[in-house]
């Protein structure tokens, strides 16, 4: 009786999670724009907060368009700890970044965007290092990282116990807080046209690793329950976010 009840609170807890995150989807815009079924990213239009320069010189204003990139959380599973998961999902989100490098080239609503951006957070320590340097492979650079507020912290502790709870042991209580960007014209020059190959292709391709050698540097328990590469966690005081 007391098991069954404990099961049927976790169950309930993680549909008002699930509902909550719905609900913030719904009134900041965040839309899928893909549907296929490797794809592992949504997307948003905001509105960058200040002027700043990215890695490849590209110039942007405080309130100049952006989209900003969210993981699309029900489709990570649950990872375990295998390197070939790893593998797939570094494979899967460069498809995901392929497939938006064509949705800019075609969707008038995303042209005019200057820049993506995702904001991350993971725990401090390894986990936030490895998180930042899989973002690097995919030419995301980071500009601002800070740690995270308590409010940021409890969305990211809510997200990680409804998708995957394993991926919380061990892992210290404090979180860092990233953002990271890539121009609009960095990312179509990365993706530079069309590519029909599946996921698995790509992993059969290179060996069991993502195309241009992209080796597993992160826990793939790690990346389990996050909202951006989380790479989002906007969900704070004021901002939330998918």
């Given at each position: 009786?007391?098991?069954?009840?404990?099961?049927?609170?976790?169950?309930?807890?993680?549909?008002?999670?699930?509902?909550?995150?719905?609900?913030?989807?719904?009134?900041?815009?965040?839309?899928?724009?893909?549907?296929?079924?490797?794809?592992?990213?949504?997307?948003?239009?905001?509105?960058?907060?200040?002027?700043?320069?990215?890695?490849?010189?590209?110039?942007?204003?405080?309130?100049?368009?952006?989209?900003?990139?969210?993981?699309?959380n029900e489709r990570l599973g649950r990872p375990g700890s295998t390197l070939s998961?790893?593998?797939?999902?570094?494979?899967?989100?460069?498809?995901?970044?392929?497939?938006?490098?064509?949705?800019?080239?075609?969707?008038?609503?995303?042209?005019?965007?200057?820049?993506?951006?995702?904001?991350?957070?993971?725990?401090?320590?390894?986990?936030?290092?490895?998180?930042?340097?899989?973002?690097?492979?995919?030419?995301?650079?980071?500009?601002?990282?800070?740690?995270?507020?308590?409010?940021?912290?409890?969305?990211?502790?809510?997200?990680?116990?409804?998708?995957?709870?394993?991926?919380?042991?061990?892992?210290?209580?404090?979180?860092?807080?990233?953002?990271l960007w890539i121009s609009r014209a960095a990312l179509l020059e990365r993706y530079?046209a069309p590519r029909a190959a599946s996921v698995e292709s790509g992993i059969a391709?290179?060996?069991?690793?993502?195309?241009?050698?992209?080796?597993?540097?992160?826990?793939?328990?790690?990346?389990?329950?996050?909202?951006?590469?989380?790479?989002?966690?906007?969900?704070?005081?004021?901002?939330?976010?998918?």
């Amino acid at each position: 009786m007391g098991q069954a009840l404990t099961r049927g609170l976790k169950l309930t807890l993680r549909g008002a999670i699930f509902l909550i995150d719905w609900v913030l989807r719904r009134c900041y815009g965040v839309r899928e724009f893909s549907a296929g079924r490797d794809d592992l990213l949504r997307v948003s239009v905001s509105q960058a907060k200040h002027d700043l320069v990215l890695a490849d010189g590209a110039r942007i204003a405080a309130g100049d368009s952006i989209i900003d990139v969210h993981i699309w959380n029900e489709r990570l599973g649950r990872p375990g700890s295998t390197l070939s998961w790893a593998s797939r999902f570094q494979v899967r989100m460069d498809h995901s970044l392929s497939n938006l490098a064509d949705r800019i080239r075609a969707d008038p609503s995303l042209q005019s965007c200057k820049a993506v951006r995702a904001e991350a957070i993971y725990a401090a320590g390894r986990e936030a290092d490895a998180a930042l340097k899989i973002a690097r492979r995919f030419g995301f650079t980071r500009i601002e990282g800070r740690t995270a507020s308590p409010g940021e912290t409890l969305v990211s502790f809510c997200l990680a116990w409804a998708c995957n709870p394993q991926s919380l042991r061990g892992k210290p209580l404090r979180r860092v807080r990233n953002e990271l960007w890539i121009s609009r014209a960095a990312l179509l020059e990365r993706y530079p046209a069309p590519r029909a190959a599946s996921v698995e292709s790509g992993i059969a391709a290179s060996g069991g690793a993502a195309p241009g050698e992209l080796r597993p540097v992160i826990e793939p328990a790690a990346l389990a329950g996050k909202s951006v590469l989380t790479l989002d966690a906007r969900q704070s005081s004021g901002e939330p976010r998918s």
